[in-house]
């Protein structure tokens, strides 16, 4: 079966510091990985997302993901927090001929002036 | 193009009253899913469609009721609202039956029962 873990459910950095924000993961098959934030009172959109080839992936507003099956990772970061960043963001997971998305709890990051 | 709408956005209802939450989209997306949201438990699936004409239970499916009504709308229905029913309800849909499609949320219907 698969899971997802998201460490940290409330982060807090400084503007400007970096941002990393940890997922591992759980599939017997390989997984296809996403990323999506939720601004308070909204749906969920994507960040970014994982299927094959390049295991570092890029996604908007300065976000990258790199995918590390050793570890079964998929660890968000971005090099300069903006207070506009301040959201949830949740990880999922999701193996290819299958229709259920499984997502983490979420982590809040907070982002301090 | 609207994406993905939802109503109503807020409902107030009574133990044991029934309602239908509406979601709708203009993508001519194939699959279409609700979800529950709870704090610290992220999002629980709760029934999917796959297909027009095709409805699978999630996660937590119990209480609840789907009807995918055409390719647009993806209704559902709880015919005894019970407190623990209480949460925030996202529709999403995808545009075609592979694991790799990104999916797009509707803005949520934040339900309390009372």
């Known amino acids: 079966a698969q899971s997802v873990t998201q460490l940290g459910s409330h982060v807090s950095v400084s503007e400007g510091a970096l941002v990393l924000l940890r997922c591992n993961y759980s599939?017997?098959?390989?997984?296809?990985l996403f990323w999506y934030v939720q601004y308070p009172n909204q749906g969920l959109q994507l960040l970014l997302k994982?299927?094959?080839?390049?295991?570092l992936v890029k996604g908007i507003n300065g976000f990258e993901a790199e995918f590390k099956k050793s570890e079964t990772s998929f660890h968000l970061t971005k090099p300069s927090a903006h207070m506009s960043d301040a959201a949830e963001y949740f990880c999922a997971v999701i193996s290819s001929g299958t229709y259920k998305y499984i997502f983490g709890t979420g982590t809040r990051l907070k982002v301090l002036a | 193009n609207a994406g993905v709408t939802q109503t109503p956005k807020f409902q107030v209802l009574k133990t044991g009253q029934s309602m239908t939450l509406q979601c709708a989209q203009d993508?001519?997306?194939?699959?279409m899913y609700w979800y529950r949201q709870d704090p610290g438990m992220g999002l629980r699936l709760i029934y999917y469609?796959?297909?027009?004409?095709?409805?699978d239970k999630g996660e937590v499916p119990n209480g609840y009721n789907v009807s995918r009504l055409n390719k647009r709308e993806f209704s559902l229905r709880l015919e005894s609202a019970a407190p623990s029913q209480t949460s925030v309800y996202f529709c999403?849909?995808?545009?075609?039956?592979?694991?790799?499609?990104?999916?797009?949320f509707g803005p949520g219907t934040r339900l309390t029962v009372l």
């Open positions: 999403a849909s995808i545009e075609n039956r592979r694991s790799t499609d990104t999916q797009y």
């Open positions: 993508m001519n997306h194939n699959s």
């Open positions: 994982y299927t094959t080839g390049a295991t």
């Open positions: 469609s796959a297909s027009e004409g095709t409805t």
């Open positions: 599939s017997s098959v390989p997984p296809y």
